[in-house]
């Protein structure tokens, strides 16, 4: 009796397991409505609310990681009865995780937020507009999604009326047989339609106490990193205090305030005062960029392309400036008007003394700055604040310091040849910093100019270059005359030494980078692996060399049919081993009847966090890698390519849910949903040359290498067996 009931607990365990891997069908059953809510007058808040299904999340507008992610985005139609005023806020409970494959923290929320965009709203209209989306589970992300709305305003009851977009279905789970293609198609084109609806109630009490809510593990993250910006830019006030615009300055305001005062005490009254005002002229700027920018200050930078390309240039002409090619200062004018008001008799004499001060170090601060108001970006809404306020403080306390401590000034160097070397060295830095931005620019437009090792060469000629500047072995011709020993001997001092003795180090760092190395402690600041076009030692050891463009072979083995650009994804797995991929169905398919080997086929995304965290943690085991490159062929389907156009002769009409295929996205996913029964990122499913599936179900995010080189295993046995 007892080995009978053993037997019966085992089937139904194996029947609990197998059931869970069989394909799917996952409608997206996230659900959204749309309100437009009276504030004052003609004031409204247009508010987007989401209800997300449980253990489903969606990114933040500013998701972190490593850039990457795709962010929920809102278009409003243009309407002469509306006016958008500011950008769209996020209120709900931020979550920030961190997964395995993505750099740094990713911001997301989980079962609901809301979007509010405050607009001022002539009379009665309808808005109108579209929104677009991803989400994801812990297992898998669906494909980016985008739809319509609108929404009512009617002056007679308020703000009311409004359109809402869901889906109405749970998460259906359909065998893999062809039998069920007709209730699939109906699945499909249920996900993809947009489902108008029902009127919702102003939630008053989520809007208000939303944001204050938060668990105090978030709230420690979000102090940690306020904490790294505020040392970040604290230093940066610091170094800013070294050059020569503002270290001149310290010797003759101080003894200003020293001689001008009646007392010592007066005089360090007023120094502090001066500092003060510094510190009030940045933070009060910093104010500025986060009333304008709202709760994204500056995130527009990683995600535009045109604001990385104006960065880019801003940064160049920066560090050109710091070079020595030119100087960059504000119009004269404004120093005359503010040193005309200057002077000891108040505060706001020795408020407008800061802030001529500002005005005449701007062409040695404003690089240091923009610099730092570039990182301030992490830091939300209070970034900038934080920033400039800690920038301001590190620039002031010196003047502090040297009024308290009037000895310090005899010590303090006079301005010279030491100065202008810390100003060419900002210059090194900032045109290195440059390149950061128009590579963001260059993978967002997929230009393909700034490659993995383009960017790695001009680092490391910045790099020697700038130790041998530190060396004196290069000299721009305003340079004062190096010191000389008693003996006629040009000398550097220790702290050069060192400095060039970093820069050289950095340099040799970066130089395996250039044939492959992952330099894994730059990941976030380089391109992608993806744009490499050579790997001279992958890790099985052979040579490797994968150049982006169209391969001219017979090889079976080889990629024919190049995607354009699709390199800049490949995962570093991948080119690390070099391992060949496919990204067209039919071209793998054809490969996989000449070399008479089973097909895997990955179905993937650009941003799927968990397709990066299988590829980084099962893919790169060593036998998995052997087994996928000796026994398998390979094709990653990108679900979410939704940004590369098909050719005009390579778009049709999906039979599945009847619109155009246009995008490579479009395609994937349509092959994933017409063929296999499933739609999301990732799943595996491994077929034979006659799209016969060589193993029942698909292999979803299981990030354990054993059971996978199982699955691995049990799918090559399946294909011996159908194929002797």
Request: hydrophobic residues 45%; positive net charge; glycine residues 8%.
């Amino acid at each position: 009796m007892k080995k009978a009931l053993k037997a019966i607990l085992i089937v139904l365990l194996g029947l609990f397991i197998s059931n869970s891997l069989v394909a799917q069908i996952y409608t997206d059953d996230s659900k959204w409505s749309f309100e437009a809510k009276k504030v004052n007058g003609d004031q409204y808040d247009l508010i987007i609310h989401l209800k997300l299904p449980a253990k489903w999340h969606i990114y933040s507008l500013k998701p972190g990681g490593d850039g990457m992610e795709i962010a929920p985005s809102f278009t409003f139609n243009k309407n002469k009865h509306v006016k958008l005023v500011g950008s769209i806020k996020e209120i709900g409970k931020l979550r920030k995780e961190t997964f395995v494959g993505i750099d740094g923290v990713v911001n997301n929320f989980h079962d609901k937020v809301d979007y509010v965009q405050h607009a001022t709203i002539d009379g009665n209209t309808k808005i109108t507009g579209t929104f677009s989306y991803q989400i994801c589970n812990d297992q898998m992300c669906l494909a980016p999604t985008t739809r319509n709305f609108s929404i009512i305003v009617s002056e007679a009851v308020g703000a009311i009326d409004s359109s809402s977009s869901s889906s109405s279905s749970a998460v259906a789970q359909v065998s893999s047989t062809d039998s069920t293609h007709n209730d699939t198609n109906n699945r499909y084109a249920g996900m993809a339609a947009d489902t108008a609806g029902k009127q919702v109630a102003a939630n008053d009490t989520t809007l208000k106490t939303a944001n204050a809510k938060g668990d105090a593990g978030e709230k420690k993250k979000e102090q940690q990193s306020l904490l790294v910006l505020f040392l970040l830019c604290f230093a940066g006030g610091l170094v800013a205090v070294v050059t020569p615009c503002v270290f001149s300055m310290i010797p003759i305001t101080v003894s200003f305030f020293t001689k001008r005062s009646k007392n010592r005490r007066e005089g360090i009254k007023n120094a502090i005062y001066y500092s003060l005002s510094i510190i009030i002229i940045f933070t009060v700027f910093g104010l500025l960029i986060s009333r304008i920018y709202g709760r994204d200050a500056l995130y527009l930078i990683s995600t535009n392309w045109i604001l990385n390309l104006f960065f880019f240039l801003l940064f160049v002409i920066f560090g050109i400036s710091f070079l020595g090619a030119f100087e960059i200062s504000l119009p004269s004018s404004w120093t005359n008007k503010t040193d005309s008001r200057a002077g000891l008799g108040s505060f706001t004499g020795i408020f407008f003394m800061a802030l001529t001060l500002v005005i005449v170090s701007f062409s040695c601060t404003g690089p240091i700055v923009v610099m730092l108001l570039s990182l301030s970006a992490e830091g939300g809404w209070a970034g900038p604040i934080i920033g400039m306020f800690a920038f301001s403080l590190g620039l002031s306390l010196p003047f502090s310091l040297c009024a308290i401590f009037p000895a310090v000034i005899n010590k303090l160097g006079k301005a010279g040849g030491w100065l202008n070397q810390v100003k060419v060295t900002l210059g090194f830095i900032e045109l290195g910093l440059a390149l950061k931005f128009f590579s963001n620019a260059d993978l967002l437009k997929q230009w393909r100019i700034l490659d993995r090792e383009i960017f790695l060469a001009i680092w490391i000629v910045l790099s020697v270059l700038l130790g041998m500047y530190l060396l004196g072995k290069i000299k721009l011709s305003h340079d004062d005359e190096p010191r000389k020993n008693v003996y006629g001997q040009e000398y550097i001092s220790i702290f050069k030494l060192f400095l060039a003795i970093a820069s050289f180090t950095f340099a040799l760092y970066l130089l395996p980078g250039m044939w492959g190395a992952p330099l894994n402690g730059l990941g976030q600041f380089l391109p992608n692996m993806g744009t490499q076009d050579f790997v001279l030692t992958p890790c099985d050891g052979s040579s490797a060399s994968t150049s982006s463009a169209p391969k001219t072979t017979n090889d079976p083995s080889k990629p024919v049919k190049f995607v354009k650009n699709m390199r800049i994804y490949e995962p570093n797995v991948v080119r690390n081993n070099g391992l060949i991929t496919y990204y067209d169905y039919q071209e793998a398919l054809e490969a996989c009847r000449k070399l008479k080997k089973p097909l895997m086929l990955d179905f993937t995304g650009i941003t799927c966090v968990n397709c990066r965290a299988m590829e980084t943690a099962v893919w790169s085991d060593p036998e998995v890698i052997k087994r996928l490159k000796n026994d398998f062929i390979l094709v990653s389907l990108y679900d979410d390519a939704r940004e590369i156009p098909l050719a005009r002769e390579d778009c049709y009409v999906s039979k599945v849910s009847g619109k155009q295929i246009t995008t490579l996205g479009d395609k994937c996913l349509d092959i994933e949903i017409d063929k296999y029964n499933s739609n999301g990122m990732p799943m595996y499913f491994f077929i034979d040359e006659n799209e016969t599936k060589l193993a029942d179900n698909g292999y979803p995010y299981i990030p354990d290498v054993k059971k996978f080189v199982e699955h691995l295993e049990s799918v090559k046995a399946k294909y011996k067996k159908t194929h002797s």
